[in-house]
Protein backbone atom coordinates (compact mmCIF):
# COMPACT_ATOMS: atom_id res chain seq x y z
CA UNK A 1 0.00 0.00 0.00
CA UNK A 2 2.10 2.72 -1.16
CA UNK A 3 1.61 5.95 0.41
CA UNK A 4 2.18 9.85 -0.46
CA UNK A 5 5.38 10.05 -3.14
CA UNK A 6 6.95 13.14 -4.12
CA UNK A 7 9.61 13.92 -6.44
CA UNK A 8 12.33 14.82 -6.14
CA UNK A 9 13.96 14.50 -2.60
CA UNK A 10 16.32 17.45 -2.64
CA UNK A 11 16.55 20.17 -5.64
CA UNK A 12 19.09 23.05 -5.45
CA UNK A 13 18.58 25.93 -7.46
CA UNK A 14 19.42 29.61 -7.71
CA UNK A 15 17.93 33.39 -7.84
CA UNK A 16 15.15 34.07 -10.57
CA UNK A 17 15.25 30.12 -11.51
CA UNK A 18 11.85 28.08 -12.05
CA UNK A 19 11.30 25.14 -10.31
CA UNK A 20 8.64 21.93 -10.77
CA UNK A 21 7.75 19.76 -8.08
CA UNK A 22 5.58 16.55 -8.68
CA UNK A 23 3.64 14.44 -5.53
CA UNK A 24 1.24 11.44 -6.29
CA UNK A 25 -1.79 10.71 -4.01
CA UNK A 26 -2.90 7.80 -1.92
CA UNK A 27 -4.58 5.54 -4.55
CA UNK A 28 -8.32 6.35 -4.52
CA UNK A 29 -7.36 10.02 -2.91
CA UNK A 30 -8.36 12.81 -5.03
CA UNK A 31 -7.33 15.62 -3.31
CA UNK A 32 -4.20 17.06 -3.04
CA UNK A 33 -2.96 20.04 -0.92
CA UNK A 34 0.11 21.98 -0.96
CA UNK A 35 2.17 22.68 2.04
CA UNK A 36 5.41 25.05 2.78
CA UNK A 37 7.83 24.47 5.76
CA UNK A 38 9.72 26.40 6.45
CA UNK A 39 12.47 25.26 9.60
CA UNK A 40 10.80 25.85 13.34
CA UNK A 41 7.36 26.39 11.81
CA UNK A 42 4.53 24.56 10.73
CA UNK A 43 3.21 23.72 7.29
CA UNK A 44 1.63 26.81 5.77
CA UNK A 45 -1.06 26.61 3.13
CA UNK A 46 -0.79 26.92 -0.55
CA UNK A 47 -3.08 25.45 -2.69
CA UNK A 48 -5.76 22.32 -2.55
CA UNK A 49 -7.24 20.69 -5.40
CA UNK A 50 -9.91 18.23 -5.66
CA UNK A 51 -10.75 16.60 -9.17
CA UNK A 52 -8.52 19.07 -10.72
CA UNK A 53 -10.12 21.98 -9.50
CA UNK A 54 -8.58 24.59 -7.48
CA UNK A 55 -10.42 24.31 -4.01
CA UNK A 56 -8.60 26.70 -2.09
CA UNK A 57 -5.36 29.19 -1.99
CA UNK A 58 -3.54 30.47 0.12
CA UNK A 59 -1.80 33.91 1.15
CA UNK A 60 1.56 33.31 -1.79
CA UNK A 61 2.38 35.44 -4.56
CA UNK A 62 1.37 34.59 -8.09
CA UNK A 63 4.66 32.81 -8.71
CA UNK A 64 3.30 29.84 -7.15
CA UNK A 65 0.71 27.81 -9.26
CA UNK A 66 -0.06 24.23 -9.14
CA UNK A 67 -2.14 21.87 -11.41
CA UNK A 68 -3.53 18.76 -11.16
CA UNK A 69 -4.28 15.82 -13.58
CA UNK A 70 -6.86 13.10 -14.40
CA UNK A 71 -4.98 10.73 -12.50
CA UNK A 72 -4.72 12.80 -9.79
CA UNK A 73 -0.86 13.38 -9.43
CA UNK A 74 -0.19 17.08 -9.02
CA UNK A 75 2.42 19.86 -9.89
CA UNK A 76 3.89 23.05 -7.88
CA UNK A 77 5.67 25.29 -9.96
CA UNK A 78 7.65 28.44 -8.56
CA UNK A 79 8.55 31.02 -10.76
CA UNK A 80 11.38 33.86 -10.53
CA UNK A 81 12.42 31.89 -7.26
CA UNK A 82 13.58 34.25 -4.03
CA UNK A 83 16.27 33.32 -1.68
CA UNK A 84 12.83 33.01 0.84
CA UNK A 85 11.52 30.58 -0.99
CA UNK A 86 14.15 27.79 0.55
CA UNK A 87 12.50 25.37 2.64
CA UNK A 88 10.42 21.92 2.64
CA UNK A 89 7.70 21.56 0.09
CA UNK A 90 5.34 19.40 1.57
CA UNK A 91 2.29 17.31 -0.40
CA UNK A 92 -0.86 15.96 1.56
CA UNK A 93 -3.22 13.71 0.07
CA UNK A 94 -6.89 13.12 1.43
CA UNK A 95 -10.26 11.61 0.13
CA UNK A 96 -11.42 15.03 -0.70
CA UNK A 97 -14.97 13.43 0.44
CA UNK A 98 -16.94 13.70 3.39
CA UNK A 99 -16.81 16.56 6.33
CA UNK A 100 -13.29 15.95 8.16
CA UNK A 101 -10.98 14.71 5.81
CA UNK A 102 -7.73 13.45 7.28
CA UNK A 103 -4.46 14.71 4.87
CA UNK A 104 -1.48 12.07 5.05
CA UNK A 105 2.05 13.81 4.20
CA UNK A 106 4.11 12.87 1.81
CA UNK A 107 8.01 13.08 2.86
CA UNK A 108 9.05 16.47 1.28
CA UNK A 109 10.93 18.07 -1.16
CA UNK A 110 13.63 20.22 0.40
CA UNK A 111 14.05 23.26 -2.21
CA UNK A 112 17.36 25.32 -1.64
CA UNK A 113 17.52 28.78 -3.64
CA UNK A 114 21.28 29.82 -3.22
CA UNK B 1 -9.61 33.22 8.78
CA UNK B 2 -8.45 30.76 11.27
CA UNK B 3 -6.01 31.15 13.82
CA UNK B 4 -4.14 28.62 15.52
CA UNK B 5 -1.85 29.35 18.86
CA UNK B 6 0.25 26.20 20.30
CA UNK B 7 2.20 26.22 23.40
CA UNK B 8 4.91 25.35 24.64
CA UNK B 9 7.16 25.67 21.94
CA UNK B 10 9.56 23.72 23.63
CA UNK B 11 9.27 21.27 26.45
CA UNK B 12 11.68 18.67 27.91
CA UNK B 13 10.56 15.83 30.19
CA UNK B 14 12.24 12.92 31.77
CA UNK B 15 11.06 8.91 30.91
CA UNK B 16 7.67 8.32 32.11
CA UNK B 17 6.43 11.07 33.10
CA UNK B 18 3.12 13.00 30.95
CA UNK B 19 3.48 15.72 28.32
CA UNK B 20 0.69 17.90 28.09
CA UNK B 21 0.87 20.61 24.82
CA UNK B 22 -2.02 22.70 24.45
CA UNK B 23 -3.71 24.78 21.30
CA UNK B 24 -6.31 26.99 20.96
CA UNK B 25 -7.91 28.17 17.79
CA UNK B 26 -10.02 31.32 16.29
CA UNK B 27 -12.57 29.99 14.44
CA UNK B 28 -15.70 29.07 16.25
CA UNK B 29 -16.88 26.39 12.88
CA UNK B 30 -13.41 24.38 13.31
CA UNK B 31 -14.60 21.38 13.83
CA UNK B 32 -11.57 18.67 12.84
CA UNK B 33 -8.87 18.88 15.25
CA UNK B 34 -5.52 16.97 13.59
CA UNK B 35 -2.22 16.01 15.66
CA UNK B 36 0.89 15.33 14.14
CA UNK B 37 4.41 14.13 14.58
CA UNK B 38 7.47 14.87 12.85
CA UNK B 39 10.89 13.87 13.57
CA UNK B 40 13.84 14.88 12.38
CA UNK B 41 14.04 15.13 8.22
CA UNK B 42 10.77 13.30 8.09
CA UNK B 43 6.94 14.03 7.32
CA UNK B 44 4.20 15.00 9.44
CA UNK B 45 2.58 11.26 10.65
CA UNK B 46 -1.01 11.76 12.21
CA UNK B 47 -0.98 10.26 15.54
CA UNK B 48 -4.32 11.45 16.70
CA UNK B 49 -7.35 13.29 15.86
CA UNK B 50 -10.87 14.25 17.09
CA UNK B 51 -13.77 15.58 15.92
CA UNK B 52 -15.90 18.14 17.08
CA UNK B 53 -18.86 16.19 18.24
CA UNK B 54 -16.04 14.05 20.80
CA UNK B 55 -14.78 15.64 24.09
CA UNK B 56 -12.21 13.18 24.48
CA UNK B 57 -10.22 11.11 22.31
CA UNK B 58 -7.40 7.66 23.50
CA UNK B 59 -5.44 5.64 21.78
CA UNK B 60 -3.17 4.03 24.07
CA UNK B 61 -0.80 6.62 25.63
CA UNK B 62 -1.97 9.18 23.60
CA UNK B 63 -5.18 11.25 24.55
CA UNK B 64 -6.71 14.46 22.94
CA UNK B 65 -9.35 16.66 24.60
CA UNK B 66 -11.37 19.39 23.19
CA UNK B 67 -13.11 22.28 24.79
CA UNK B 68 -15.30 23.73 21.90
CA UNK B 69 -16.56 26.45 24.14
CA UNK B 70 -13.27 27.95 25.03
CA UNK B 71 -11.86 27.12 21.82
CA UNK B 72 -8.73 25.10 22.73
CA UNK B 73 -8.13 21.63 22.41
CA UNK B 74 -4.94 19.80 24.04
CA UNK B 75 -2.82 16.54 23.60
CA UNK B 76 -1.89 14.73 26.18
CA UNK B 77 1.38 11.25 26.39
CA UNK B 78 1.58 9.69 29.33
CA UNK B 79 4.36 7.45 30.55
CA UNK B 80 6.89 9.40 27.85
CA UNK B 81 9.27 7.39 25.93
CA UNK B 82 13.05 8.88 24.38
CA UNK B 83 11.06 7.95 20.88
CA UNK B 84 8.31 9.83 21.90
CA UNK B 85 11.00 13.19 21.15
CA UNK B 86 9.94 15.28 18.24
CA UNK B 87 8.21 18.27 17.30
CA UNK B 88 3.83 18.01 17.37
CA UNK B 89 1.89 20.15 15.45
CA UNK B 90 -1.93 20.59 15.93
CA UNK B 91 -4.44 21.96 13.43
CA UNK B 92 -7.76 22.89 13.13
CA UNK B 93 -9.84 23.03 9.95
CA UNK B 94 -13.12 23.99 8.50
CA UNK B 95 -15.37 22.11 6.32
CA UNK B 96 -16.54 25.18 4.23
CA UNK B 97 -16.09 25.14 0.25
CA UNK B 98 -12.52 23.82 0.85
CA UNK B 99 -11.19 21.67 3.59
CA UNK B 100 -7.98 23.36 4.91
CA UNK B 101 -6.00 23.24 7.99
CA UNK B 102 -4.60 25.80 10.00
CA UNK B 103 -1.32 24.37 11.92
CA UNK B 104 0.10 25.95 15.00
CA UNK B 105 3.75 26.31 15.04
CA UNK B 106 4.87 23.07 16.94
CA UNK B 107 6.06 22.25 20.01
CA UNK B 108 9.68 20.41 20.13
CA UNK B 109 9.12 17.56 23.24
CA UNK B 110 12.39 16.15 24.10
CA UNK B 111 11.73 13.27 26.52
CA UNK B 112 15.92 12.43 28.41
CA UNK B 113 16.23 8.66 29.24
Same mark, same amino acid.
Given at each position: ?????????????????????????????????????????????????????????????????????????????????????????????????????????????????? | ???????????? +?? *?????? @??? %????? !????????????????????????? +?? *?????? @??? %????? !????????????????????????????????????????????
Amino acid at each position: DAGVTQSPTHLIKTRGQQVTLRCSPISGHKSVSWYQQVLGQGPQFIFQYYEKEERGRGNFPDRFSARQFPNYSSELNVNALLLGDSALYLCASSSGEGSMDTQYFGPGTRLTVL | GENVEQHPSTLS +VQ *EGDSAV @IKC %TYSDS !ASNYFPWYKQELGKRPQLIIDIRSN +VG *EKKDQR @IAV %TLNKT !AKHFSLHITETQPEDSAVYFCAASTRGGSYIPTFGRGTSLIVHP
